[in-house]
């Protein structure tokens, strides 16, 4: 049995004050462990990237979280002070975001900022020591010829190394927990295979947990263990990546799948997901994806109470009233 | 599997406010509630008011020596008057006609100029706008002030002279920011669609470029204009301002022999100059703001 | 006569980038028949973008010739042009971007009408019905609509002169996974019912394989394969579509037989000698990085420029390519 690295429990986030409050993240609760990755997949608004920067303590100043509970090992990632934050990331937790043109400093070289990610945690070694770290991570990532490129600056570089350098800058000091928020939307399709691939690779060194936030389900079934799908601030559905993408329980994972047009199929029209998705500060009453739900019917529960995720923690779970009869459809 | 749904679910309803918005009325809104917008509208509005009502407010002719040499702010002269007998109450609300006006005059030429230039260098690009760029440069570089005063010094005091030199040589900022701002839109998608469309140039610049380039040019403007009128009143203040058209900073200017005797004769007319600067500045901030990023 | 709608013939774009010859569209040709969709497709610096946009006339090709409906247009004046802008017309990648922030939904859509000096008012409601809006969003401005009611008005007003081709770039890429099947379908129902061709571009192999009749896979700036989209999905024989088919990650296939190439796309600037893709390629010989290959047949309805082709994988292989399945 594998240990729990990130344990979370009932997380919210809300943006905005008083009455123009919008709830971002509504209660949700999930768990990686090491060596996983957890792939969580939606759409924009449904609250993904918020979570992921709530995790990391970087919510922008309009944001805050109100309940919930982090726990990365054994300390509470919500509850820590900026300051112990600080000290935990770049170390025991570590991001990679989508574009990594904002990630990296457009003044200073790549190969300093790599030494400065190791620097920063490892005050006990020298310039040259983190300076040889750095070459080694650079390498380590697929830069070909590090030294040479040591001091050049970002905008030489394509996208696709620059991504490279941003995840050696996240695996510098042996994180326990990576977050990946979009990491390869920006990248064109051949780059993306490589860098996924170098994702998986970092992971099985380092036995990280990787926690991979995307839009694209491609990505993320093939990336995944577990999937966690996200609607409208909640988790709707979430179990092992087989069991969600063969089999979905909840009528919105089921429709998206049907809708995406797929390289390996021949469709004459695809399926269609009525309507936009929610405005997360005008929801409706009951169930979120009541609206455009195929399933519904109209029925009056789905109109009236909110749906919860069915079953225990770790099983095939989807917050549906109806998921039963997916089934048999 | 359910079948196809209809592509568009007209039960679906928009979340939408209940008339149209557009982006310009959003951005009105926006400025309207700011505290800073509110006063600095108050400001102005006093001033554009007392303006343009003058000869209903002002109870005397400014020029005519009528009543008592240096008498304190009491009625029938609520502000006082000069050495002169000059009511100060009719003086600074007929310095507000003059300040606007040159004010609205100039702002006009540099509109139209500085639109002209900065949209004909940003669209064509090239030498054009080679050219037009270094001219702008020289006269951005060029003290306003002083020349001004060289124009008054060779063609004598006058608000005509004075409208022409102050709006032949501030629009270089407009021009500028207008072109910036031109090169960025002609790359924007909507655009390149008015072009595919087969849609002439002219249009292309008057339909689609410059209703967009307007919040930026109301911003330059705003902060030009405040510019403008401390520029008028320092030249009346030096006394080479228009003899014939009253001017707070010829008011101003006439106080200093009786700063100690007649405090009236300085505070009313500074404190009229504040006010305006102080609105339009205001104003203009709360604009930049606002309108600073796309609409 | 020509039955061709479209036929770009060497079609070639280059300019100038801080004193280096970029080279964005290097000899691309192909023909567009009425009412078929074409489609473009590759990564960045593939010259799909410069292509269209060289079509659109939105930029002067270097040389080739474009002809349409028989006119060659490619050194017309813009004045000479604008009848025939009036057949050509295009939907833009960014939904908020292409709409003028500043006009309602129905000056939008009336446009391209009243620049042409046409009658809008009835032509403007029927649009709106053909694209699935209602006469409740023509008072509207863009910023009030979400992205897929965007592009439906960018949709609208391409069609508002009627044209008989409209150039499609990257139309859902900025949209919700959820909306593309909206837009997808109303994109072919459109196409059903007024017979209008489609040149699309872009970078989403499986929004290329849903819409076109014909595809050609570009690499920097020259066409690598071209064919039916059978001949080029069923059979990838260029590595390099081969990769791409493989690099795309679906939620069916299983990791395993993902090619993953090395290295990065040159810069067109400076491409490599031979056959562009040589330095990438994981059958490069000798002979790739010497000789350009020409674009030859190895089907009936497929082209590739590779001097060895692959060959077509055996029936019920677990490779990249599968046989379409109907459903």
Known sequence: MSATILDVSNLSVVFGKGSAAVPAVRGISFAVARGETLGIVGESGCGKTATGLALLGLLPSSGRVTSGVARLGNRDLLAMSPRELRGIRGRRLAMVFQDPATALNPVLSIGRQVSEAVAAHNSELDRAQAKKRALDLLEAVGVPDPAARYRDLPHVWSGGMRQRAVVAMAIANRPRLLIADEPTTALDVTIQAQVLDLLRLVQGETGAGLILISHDFGVVAEMSDRIAVMYAGEIVETGTAGKVMETPRHPYTAALLRSVPDLDLDREQLEVIGGQPPNPSLLPSGCPFRPRCFLSGGRAVCRETAPRLDGEKGSHQAACHFAAELAIR | ?295 | MSRHLLEVRDLRVHYRRQHRKVKAVDGISFTLAPGETMGLVGESGCGKSSTVRAVLRLLKPTSGTITFEGTDLTHLSPKQLRPHRRQIQAVFQDPYGSLNPRMTVDQIISQPLRIHGLEARDRVDDLLDLVGLGSEHARRFPRELSGGQRQRVGIARALALSPRLVVLDEPVSSLDVSIRAQILNLLKEIQDRLGVAYLLVSHDLSVVRHLSDHVAVMYLGRTVQAGTRGAVFGRSAHPYTRSLLSAVPTVARSRSERIVLTGEVPDPAAPPPGCHFSPRCFQSAEACFDLEPALANYSDSGRCACHFPLPAPPLGSAGPDRHQRTI
């Open chain 2, 1 to 295: 599997m359910a079948g196809l749904i209809p592509a568009y679910d007209s039960a679906e309803k928009l979340e939408l406010l209940p008339t149209p918005t557009s982006p310009g009325q959003v951005a009105v809104r926006n400025v309207r509630r700011r505290p800073d917008a509110i006063l600095g509208g108050i400001l102005l509005g006093i001033v554009v008011v007392a303006a343009l009502l003058a000869p209903a407010l002002a109870p005397f002719d400014p020029f005519s020596p009528k009543g008592p040499s240096l008498a304190p702010p009491s009625p029938p002269h609520l502000m006082g008057t000069d050495a002169l007998g000059r009511d100060l109450w009719s003086g600074v609300l007929y310095g507000a006609r003059t300040s606007l006006t040159v004010a609205f005059l100039v702002g006009l030429m540099v509109l139209v100029i500085g639109t002209l230039v900065g949209t004909t260098a940003g669209y064509r690009g090239g030498w054009v706008d080679d050219v037009l760029m270094r001219f702008t440069e020289v006269l951005q570089v060029l003290p306003r002030f002083f020349l001004a005063l060289v124009v008054i010094a060779l063609f004598g005091p006058g608000l005509d002279r004075l409208v022409l030199a102050l709006g032949l040589s501030s629009w270089a900022l407009l021009a500028r920011v207008i072109r910036a701002e031109v090169l960025s839109l002609r790359e924007r998608e909507f655009v390149e669609a008015a072009v595919t469309m087969g849609a002439p140039v002219r249009r292309i610049i008057f339909r689609e470029l410059l209703p967009n380039i307007l919040p930026s040019a109301v911003v330059v403007l705003s902060l030009l204009l405040a510019q403008v009128m401390l520029l008028e009143a320092s030249l009346g203040f030096l006394g080479l301002g228009d003899p014939n058209t009253i001017s707070w900073g010829y008011l101003a200017g006439q106080a200093q022999r009786f700063l100690r005797v007649a405090w009236w004769l300085s505070v009313f007319p500074g404190a009229a100059i504040m006010m305006a600067v102080l609105g339009l500045n205001l104003v203009g901030d709360a604009l930049t703001e606002t309108l600073g990023g796309r609409t």
